[in-house]
């Protein structure tokens, strides 16, 4: 990190993207120097990588060393819970008078507080409670967010004042030459962008009208991009950080590439160690960050949500971590997805190590947002009120164009790369358990109630483990375990009659899929939902030319996949010609503390002795430490998990092993 900050964090050198060996060397290929793939090529599988090692809070969250502001602020003093507390909360905030060399943190006593507005979180300032089952913020709100933390800046509101990059607009590079440096500074942001490429980039799809709001300011023209940070300017010659991931406006058509100032940028916000309450009083989400730079929700119990978990516009290596993020009020899709997501070009965060329960989707990357890892965390028991069988996703992309995002060893039901929203490009799904079902309790409807975890039964609509429409291109699939003894069973409920088993390993156009009760572990191609060929795929105009049936088999094309194991094959599936030696991780360099005893990596076609589903997935599985958290937390009257953080994750915990499989299932 720059010089501003040595009194508080330990120094950071920020190398170029590929000045070292990356964790993935030898599967995956990089996008600049020798040897590197090409990002806009969709004739065959490039099997692009960026260097993720440099996504989250650079050093890790540092709050632990920050000083406390004033006094604790006593629940009692405001009656528990009687009377409103949102005033005095934010005056403490405000009051502080954080700095980067002089940052603080808010504590919050045991008890309960009444939040009846907006809390607003300055930078270099931390809220922080005293526990998730000690401080509850009860939320009656009815607009905007519980806990906001940016000033509501970012491009949409800031105006575009973007600059041409007339040279550095390659992958790798990390000097622009741009045509005017106003507005920028030293330690500011810009976000990177290009115009269109219809070789692989829309807006469009089948369904629905161009999404124009995926972009913002650009009303859909500069769909791909990244943010990067200011190290330096001399002259017009600005230094950032990271390298770009990719080139941008050097293909035909794409030029200018823009760098476009964020305006309104706050540094180093935090919340942790609290619970929040919801009350389906009105609030759109319950954290909200808006170009807020270096970040993070960390330690939270968020039992219930009006509107979205958590939504970051604009962010830039924010973090949220070791959560727990429960249920919702809405179960249906509209203004928001009850989910932890990504916007606007958002670069270079981590979504790391949570748990995320009964919500409409679990974690969706969205609109552009580039460079950003989802690991490790687990998913379960998504729904949507009018489809209580369609299985919703545990981890989605759903609008255009999102780009170079890591799924690393995450457990949930599936990944969507979907086309509601136009393309995506150069995702990686390495080492997850997409299971292929979702055990869904009762009551299948909005609102809070009291869940029942005795009654359950399986989804069995659209059974896939990784979902790859016709508009995503340049995939990896590596090392996933896909399917489960779950996903074995929901078939059978539904169709197995004793011939043929139900279950496919890869399906593509022109084979015809099945939407109920069929499970396929990888699906690619077709137009989200669909069963038949890619349905209106071959309709649909795109590309240079803009010719009908542009798109048909751009995504099977592309795809790369590499040791996964399914459980229609009963196998894993090698590409010819490449090791079957892969590594831990592809952004961890070392076994996280946080994994305690359990076996490092955890997921694999290379684990064996695993403890979930053994004899389905032949032991390739272990519980990862969320979903080791989930199954060994008790659970309180309404049934919800007895959430303590810093239990499950104690770099000494010894959590019991997954429960045994062959449970038997409830139909309701």
């Given at each position: 990190?720059?010089?501003?900050?040595?009194?508080?964090?330990?120094?950071?050198?920020?190398?170029?993207?590929?000045?070292?060996?990356?964790?993935?060397?030898?599967?995956?290929?990089?996008?600049?120097?020798?040897?590197a793939?090409?990002?806009?090529?969709?004739?065959?599988?490039?099997?692009?990588?960026?260097?993720?090692t440099?996504?989250?809070?650079?050093g890790?969250?540092?709050?632990?060393?920050?000083?406390?502001?004033?006094?604790?602020?006593?629940?009692?003093?405001?009656?528990?819970?009687?009377?409103?507390?949102?005033?005095a909360?934010?005056?403490?905030?405000?009051?502080?008078?954080?700095?980067?060399?002089?940052p603080?943190?808010?504590?919050?006593?045991?008890?309960?507080?009444?939040?009846?507005?907006?809390?607003?979180?300055?930078?270099?300032?931390?809220?922080?409670?005293?526990?998730t089952?000690?401080?509850?913020?009860?939320?009656?709100?009815?607009?905007?967010?519980?806990?906001t933390?940016?000033?509501?800046?970012?491009?949409?509101?800031?105006?575009?004042?973007?600059?041409?990059?007339?040279?550095?607009?390659?992958?790798?590079?990390?000097?622009?030459t741009?045509s005017?440096?106003?507005?920028?500074?030293?330690?500011?942001?810009?976000?990177?962008?290009?115009?269109?490429d219809p070789?692989y980039?829309?807006?469009?799809?089948?369904?629905?009208?161009?999404?124009?709001?995926?972009?913002?300011?650009?009303?859909?023209?500069?769909?791909?991009?990244?943010?990067?940070?200011?190290?330096?300017?001399?002259?017009?010659?600005?230094?950032?950080?990271?390298?770009?991931?990719?080139?941008?406006?050097?293909?035909?058509?794409?030029?200018?590439?823009?760098?476009?100032?964020?305006?309104?940028?706050?540094?180093?916000?935090?919340?942790?160690?609290?619970?929040?309450?919801?009350?389906?009083?009105?609030?759109?989400?319950?954290?909200?960050?808006?170009?807020?730079?270096?970040?993070w929700?960390?330690?939270?119990?968020?039992?219930?949500?009006?509107?979205?978990?958590?939504?970051?516009?604009?962010g830039?290596?924010?973090?949220?971590?070791d959560?727990?993020?429960?249920?919702?009020?809405?179960?249906?899709?509209?203004?928001?997805?009850?989910?932890?997501?990504?916007?606007?070009?958002t670069?270079?965060?981590?979504?790391?190590?949570?748990?995320?329960?009964?919500?409409?989707?679990?974690?969706?990357?969205?609109?552009?947002?580039?460079?950003?890892?989802?690991?490790?965390?687990?998913?379960?028991?998504?729904?949507?009120?009018?489809?209580?069988?369609?299985?919703?996703?545990?981890?989605?992309?759903?609008g255009?164009?999102?780009?170079?995002?890591?799924?690393?060893?995450?457990?949930?039901?599936?990944?969507?790369?979907?086309?509601?929203?136009?393309?995506?490009?150069?995702?990686?799904?390495?080492?997850?358990?997409?299971?292929?079902?979702?055990?869904?309790?009762?009551?299948?409807?909005?609102?809070r109630?009291?869940v029942?975890?005795?009654?359950?039964?399986?989804?069995?609509?659209?059974?896939?483990?990784?979902?790859?429409?016709?508009?995503?291109?340049?995939?990896?699939?590596?090392?996933?375990?896909?399917?489960?003894?779950?996903?074995?069973?929901a078939?059978?409920?539904?169709?197995?009659?004793?011939?043929?088993?139900?279950y496919?390993s890869?399906?593509?156009?022109?084979?015809?899929?099945?939407?109920?009760?069929?499970?396929?572990?990888?699906?690619?191609?077709?137009?989200?939902?669909?069963?038949?060929?890619?349905?209106?795929?071959?309709?649909?105009?795109?590309?240079?030319s803009?010719?009908?049936?542009?798109?048909?088999?751009?995504?099977?094309?592309?795809?790369?996949?590499?040791?996964?194991?399914?459980?229609?094959?009963?196998?894993?599936?090698?590409?010819?010609?490449?090791?079957?030696?892969?590594?831990?991780?592809?952004?961890?360099?070392?076994?996280?503390?946080?994994?305690?005893?359990?076996?490092?990596p955890?997921?694999?076609?290379?684990?064996?002795g695993?403890?979930?589903d053994?004899?389905t997935?032949?032991?390739?599985?272990?519980?990862?430490?969320?979903?080791a958290?989930?199954?060994?937390?008790?659970?309180?009257?309404?049934?919800?998990?007895?959430?303590?953080?810093?239990?499950?994750?104690?770099?000494?915990?010894?959590?019991?092993?997954?429960p045994?499989?062959g449970?038997?299932?409830?139909?309701?």
């Open positions: 990190m720059k010089s501003r900050y040595s009194l508080l964090f330990p120094a950071i050198i920020f190398c170029t993207l590929y000045s070292h060996a990356q964790l993935w060397s030898g599967l995956l290929n990089p996008t600049s120097g020798t040897g793939c090409s990002a806009t090529t969709v004739s065959a599988p490039q099997k692009c990588a960026i260097d993720w440099q996504t989250g809070v650079p890790g969250i540092p709050s632990a060393s920050w000083t406390q502001c004033g006094s604790t602020i006593q629940a009692s003093a405001y009656g528990n819970g009687s009377s409103d507390a949102t005033s909360i934010n005056a403490a905030l405000s009051n502080c008078g954080s700095t980067s060399s002089n603080h943190y808010v504590l919050l006593s045991s008890g309960t507080f009444l939040i009846k507005a907006n809390l607003t979180i300055p930078g270099y300032t931390v809220l922080r409670g005293a526990g089952l000690s401080t509850i913020l009860n939320t009656m709100g009815t607009s905007g967010a519980v806990i933390m940016g000033t509501g800046g970012g491009i949409s509101s800031g105006g575009p004042n973007s600059a041409n990059i007339n040279s550095g607009n390659t992958a790798g590079s990390t000097s622009l741009l005017s440096t106003s507005g920028m500074s030293v330690g500011g942001y810009l976000m990177i962008t290009e115009l269109d070789v980039v829309t807006i469009d799809s089948i369904v629905n009208s161009p999404c124009t709001f995926c972009d913002y300011p650009f009303q859909g023209a500069r769909a791909r991009g990244q943010i990067v940070e200011i190290e330096n300017i001399s002259g017009n010659t600005v230094t950032i950080s990271p390298a770009l991931y990719t080139n941008y406006g050097t293909a035909s058509n794409t030029s200018p590439a823009y760098a476009t100032p964020v305006p309104g940028v706050q540094k180093y916000s935090g919340v942790e160690l609290l619970q929040t309450y919801a009350n389906n009083s009105g609030y759109a989400q319950t954290f909200a960050l808006w170009a807020c730079m270096y970040c929700v960390k330690e939270v119990f968020d039992n219930y949500t009006d509107g979205d978990h958590i939504d970051d516009y604009y830039y290596r924010d973090e949220f971590r959560s727990y993020f429960s249920n919702a009020m809405l179960h249906s899709p509209g203004g928001a997805d009850s989910d932890v997501s990504l916007l606007d070009k670069s270079g965060s981590l979504i790391e190590n949570n748990i995320l329960e009964r919500l409409h989707v679990g974690v969706i990357v969205d609109w552009g947002s580039a460079g950003n890892v989802v690991g490790y965390n687990y998913s379960y028991g998504n729904f949507d009120s009018s489809g209580d069988l369609v299985i919703m996703a545990s981890f989605l992309e759903h255009a164009s999102p780009q170079f995002n890591l799924y690393e060893g995450n457990v949930g039901n599936n990944v969507t790369l979907d086309s509601f929203w136009g393309s995506g490009s150069n995702e990686t799904m390495f080492r997850n358990q997409f299971r292929g079902t979702d055990t869904l309790a009762s009551p299948l409807t909005a609102g109630s009291t029942n975890w005795s009654s359950t039964q399986l989804a069995n609509e659209q059974m896939f483990g990784i979902t790859n429409s016709w508009v995503h291109t340049n995939s990896n699939a590596i090392g996933n375990i896909l399917g489960s003894a779950d996903a074995l069973t078939a059978t409920q539904g169709l197995y009659t004793g011939g043929a088993a139900p496919t890869t399906v593509i156009p022109s084979a015809t899929r099945n939407y109920n009760n069929w499970f396929y572990a990888i699906s690619v191609g077709y137009d989200t939902g669909s069963d038949t060929n890619g349905s209106g795929v071959k309709t649909f105009a795109g590309g240079p803009d010719a009908t049936g542009y798109w048909v088999g751009k995504a099977s094309g592309t795809i790369f996949e590499h040791g996964n194991f399914d459980i229609a094959s009963g196998s894993s599936i090698w590409a010819n010609g490449i090791t079957h030696s892969l590594p831990p991780s592809f952004y961890q360099s070392s076994e996280p503390a946080w994994f305690g005893s359990i076996p490092w955890a997921i694999g076609p290379d684990v064996t695993g403890n979930v053994a004899s997935l032949q032991g390739h599985v272990n519980a990862i430490p969320a979903e958290c989930y199954n060994s937390t008790l659970r309180d009257s309404s049934g919800l998990l007895l959430f303590d953080p810093t239990v499950c994750y104690s770099s000494s915990n010894t959590l019991p092993p997954a045994p499989e449970l038997t299932v409830v139909v309701q």
